[in-house]
Structure formats: structure tokens, C-alpha cells
């Protein structure tokens, strides 16, 4: 007989498929279709809006807003990203990596992530509203504000991150795993439905939760 399952299912392997040459390329346009390239050292404002980037590596960059909206990413590795602003509105990321860097705000409202690694960054402020996520790892991260709501997330996990406010409004999810991630604060508890935490977390957060549901605390 099979065992049951014990937890949640955790996200897959999260490789680009990058071919071992890659051709040197200099910087994005909007609407370019680029494939297996390498770029470096990306600077100022940078513009790939409903471009499509396949089996390519973007490295050092150093930008004030780089504008990602619509675009279509498949198979890229992006390392050391110091950004003040990443916009990728409504985007399609498929097998990406963002490895390393600082970044003050990433919008990703409405955007569609299907196997995407986010390790060692600091991010300010990290909107994914309304987004559809699946196979998310998110590992060495410090995060201020992660903003979720109406967000779909599934075969999602944290290891070694803090956030300080999670706003967890109307989130649906399904395998998320937070049993890797510090949080100072959930918005809505109601939200956490169908994720994983730890006894020490439920613990931390008692309180809120028992607010959720209308449970009154006294001595």
C-alpha cells in the first residue's frame, strides 16, 4: 500500500536549459525575439516589453527600471540583478532564475510563473497580485513586503527567507510551503489555507489566527 503523503509537494528542479556557447549580445529592445544569448552589464532604463527571451544569461546588471511587461522568458539565468524598479506585468517566465542582487520593487501583477528560483536577493517591496505561480523556490531571501492577493500558488517553497508583511488577501493555494520563511506578519490568515507552517509559526501567529476566526482570547 502506498504511504500517505506527509507534506506538501515541493516545486521541481529549477534548471535553465542553457546551451554551453552562448553568442554576446548587447542590450534589450521592445519586442525582440532573442535566443541564446549572453548579456552584460545592462545599465540605466531598460525595455523588453512583449519581447520574447529563450536559452539566454543576463549578468551584472545595473538599472534603474527595466520594463519586462508582457514579455515571454523561457530558460534564462539572470545573476548579480541590481535593479530599482523590475516591472514584469502580466509576463510569461518559464524555467527562470534570478540568482544574487538587490532590487527595490518587483511588479509582477497578473504575470504567469511556471518554474522560477529566486535565491539570495533582497527585495524591497515583491507585488504578485492576481498572478498564476507554480513550482516557485525562493531560498536566502530578505523580502519587505510580498503582496499576494487574488494570487494563485502552487508547488511553492521558502527555506532560510524573511519577509515582514505578507498580504495574503484571497490567496489560494495549494502545496505552498512556508515552513522555510520568517514572517513578521500575515494580512489575512484566512488566506494561508492550504499552505504548510510549522508548529513554531502557528505558535508566532496564534493570535491573528484566532482573530480570523472570530476566536476571542482572555487570561
Known sequence: M?????????????????????????????RSDLFGVRIENLSGSVSNVHGQLMEARIDGAQVDRWDTTGAAWTD??????????LVARESAWRTVEIDGGRIATVDA???????????GLRIDYLNLASATVSDLLVVDCEIGALDIPQ??????A??????????????????????????????????????TLSMRQTELHGAA????????LAP
Do not use: K, M, Q, Y
Open 109 to 119: 501583477l497578473r504575470a504567469a510563473w511556471d518554474g522560477v528560483s529566486l535565491r
Open 151 to 156: 494570487a494563485r500558488l502552487t508547488r511553492v
Open 158 to 195: 521558502f527555506r532560510n527567507c524573511r519577509i515582514d508583511e505578507v498580504d495574503t488577501r484571497g490567496l489560494r493555494a495549494e502545496h505552498v510551503d512556508l515552513r522555510g520563511l520568517e514572517a513578521l506578519r500575515f494580512t489575512d490568515p484566512r488566506g494561508l489555507a492550504g499552505a
Open 76 to 85: 534564462v539565468a539572470v545573476g548579480d540583478l541590481r535593479a530599482t524598479e
Open 209 to 216: 489566527f484566532a482573530a480570523a476566526l472570530g476566536i476571542r
Open 2 to 30: 502506498a504511504r500517505p503523503r506527509t507534506g506538501p509537494t515541493l516545486p521541481r528542479d529549477i534548471h535553465p536549459d542553457l546551451p554551453p556557447v552562448l553568442a554576446p549580445h548587447t542590450g534589450l529592445e521592445p
